[in-house]
DNA sequence: TTGAAAGCGCTAACAG
DNA sequence: CTGTTAGCGCTTTCAA
């Protein structure tokens, strides 16, 4: 059976297909289309004209190897599940919107090889600009963004080096800043309920930060849980009935974000105990969740939006890397006392 | 002041540099970086050591420009807030994952100008395949989609005309079973809550599938309450306790998702109003976040996961659009009773 | 204000 | 198995 040879008689318009219905060269009708250089009214008006009509939708691949210029900038973040990433996103969305500039949104999944392959992935369409959340990466990952030439923002988190630049609060601070907090409050036997997600250092920090503020007071962690996957409101419920099943004289849970604290407080309603009496609580992140359960859970603003919007600040305002110094932007959280931690005493 | 003309002695590298650092031809290094075509395996190490050592990325602008072939698929979707959409894009990354494709995502915000914007913004890079929210889109939307010589895969609503490939649910079945479920379990005076924006064409038909179901039982909604902007689960709160004491008669009410479903349910826990008997609640789209809640609302799964999968298989195994006609993928939403139903009597 | 020529960095197609 | 040649569709640069 001989193969037929599929004609492409739908081959995508060209800038020529435009030139020729209306009667000017490429090069003006390609002015005409990116707005650049003076072109009289009547030529202009022809060839919109023209390219309307045909339906034209320019080339960005030719156009991106013929200027050496490509107006993405990639984003990377570990999920979009945690509603944190995507509020980030709408930061950055926000000023890149009237920049030319657009993001590309890459997903890792926590995981820093994954992230490699996306970065490279990235890097070869050639993007403006790179903002990846956290400042741990594999070292191929750093030295593809070194070499890169082009402006690196890394955001969420400070502590630690940055490639160029980055934008975030210390997590570690955070964690610390809490830790006072409720120590403040007068609680003493404290627990910890967290994310198990290995790769997940801001996480960590959080914790390590709190767990040094606590020693600052001669206290300690007196019991943890962890998990990893599922509905994390679910887990926060689950979790919380294990700690205090094994240490029902633990005053106050530290969760190391808003949904499974609030899966906590859900559980601590349920079942009647006192809180911010009897048990205090509190989250990480601010997330807009919280204003309609029944009670206000603690928490502390990882300033996503604000993060977002600074990062594609340095990102639009820059040339390439090397032009001006790696800026460091630290935020810092407010701590939102809510209804579930005690007055001060 | 003059000018310093600014040396690029960043350039990035190209296969020349590979070619020559490794003594082998520009071709075959491009085939061995693609793993094309027979190279030994002497060659092959060679090149592949002299393009770490280098830290050559390659330049996709120029090999999509020469190849004609470009590995993303758009996907473009309302919004990133609502969980809803990046459960689908879990589903399409699932998929695409080993066939080389790339997702990039573009959000709308509900805006048909801007879908028409991101959209054309998207085809300039010649993707392999267009992936996007909804059956309703401006005249000059559906005609790129209709010229771009690519499969077009319209998902999470088949109510409406195709452009090419369609896979989702019927909303307005989906609306029309949840009435019939209620007026079975008995429930008669019914209300109804829902977002307000004009764009989310999928609530409206819910919300008049369901209208037409009460009226195969000579019903009607009693009352309703629309919102739009802030937390989904405060204004759940806030609007059903709007509704209530304006109708306090009412015995069920529809919510048009899960998060101002639950935000109702809360109040009503709150406020100590029997929930089946009193007063029953469903919502729409089965998010993971209702496992968490003290009482399982009833809702209707959305197949959001198998909605983002199918359509990516689409895409992944068809060829430019007219290869084969389009092919239309109707998924059945299961009901989900939950606690907030009464037992049909 | 407009046009002509020369690539951008890579790959298809063919030749050896 | 490897190399050569000729573009891909656009923009840069220079000339008119």
């Known amino acids: 059976m001989a193969t037929v040879p599929r004609i492409d008689t739908r081959r995508t318009l060209t800038l020529r297909d435009v030139s020729e219905a ?40 030719a156009g991106g190897l013929a200027s050496q210029r490509v107006n993405l900038v990639a984003v990377i973040i570990p999920s979009l599940s945690n509603m944190v990433f995507p509020e980030v996103l709408t930061g950055i969305s926000e000023v890149l919107e009237d920049t030319g ?33 956290g400042l741990e990466h594999t070292d191929a990952a750093r030295a593809m963004m070194a070499n890169a030439g082009i402006p690196i923002v890394e955001i969420m988190d400070v502590d630690g080096e940055a490639v160029d630049s980055v934008v975030g609060i210390s997590h570690r601070r955070a964690g610390m800043e809490m830790a006072k907090a409720i120590v403040a409050a ?50 926060g419920r689950e979790m919380t009935e294990a700690l205090l099943s094994r240490r029902p004289d633990l005053d106050f849970i530290y969760y190391s974000n808003d949904m499974i604290g609030a899966g906590g407080l859900l559980y601590c309603l349920d079942k009647g105990i006192d809180v911010p009496s009897r048990l205090g609580l509190a989250g990480f992140n601010g997330v807009e969740l919280l204003d309609g359960l029944p009670v206000k859970l603690a928490t502390m603003d990882a300033c996503r939006l604000e993060v977002g919007r600074r990062a594609a600040e340095i990102i639009a305002g820059k040339g390439p890397t090397g032009a001006t110094p790696g800026q460091r932007i630290e935020l810092t959280p407010r701590l939102e006392p809510g209804e579930t931690i005690r007055a001060p005493r």
Do not use: C
């Not at 490429?26 to 009289?40: I, K, P």
């Not at 820093?112 to 050639?126: D, Q």
């Open 22 to 61: 209306s009667g000017v060269s490429e090069m003006t009708v390609s002015r005409v289309l990116r707005n650049r250089g003076d072109v009289s009214t009547a030529t202009r008006d022809r060839v919109l004209k023209a390219a309307k009509t045909l339906g034209y939708v320019p080339n960005k691949i």
């Open 101 to 133: 500039l657009q993001p590309v949104v890459g997903v890792t999944n926590y995981s820093p090889e994954r992230e490699e392959t996306v970065l490279y992935e990235m890097l070869s369409w050639r993007p403006s600009g790179v903002i990846l959340a």
């Open 186 to 235: 007068g609680y003493r036997r404290i627990g910890f309920v967290g994310t198990m997600m290995p790769h997940d250092h801001r996480a960590r920090k959080r914790m390590e930060g709190f767990a040094e503020g606590l020693a600052l007071a001669g206290l300690r962690l007196e019991d943890s849980e962890f998990y990893s996957g599922g509905s994390a409101l679910l887990k």
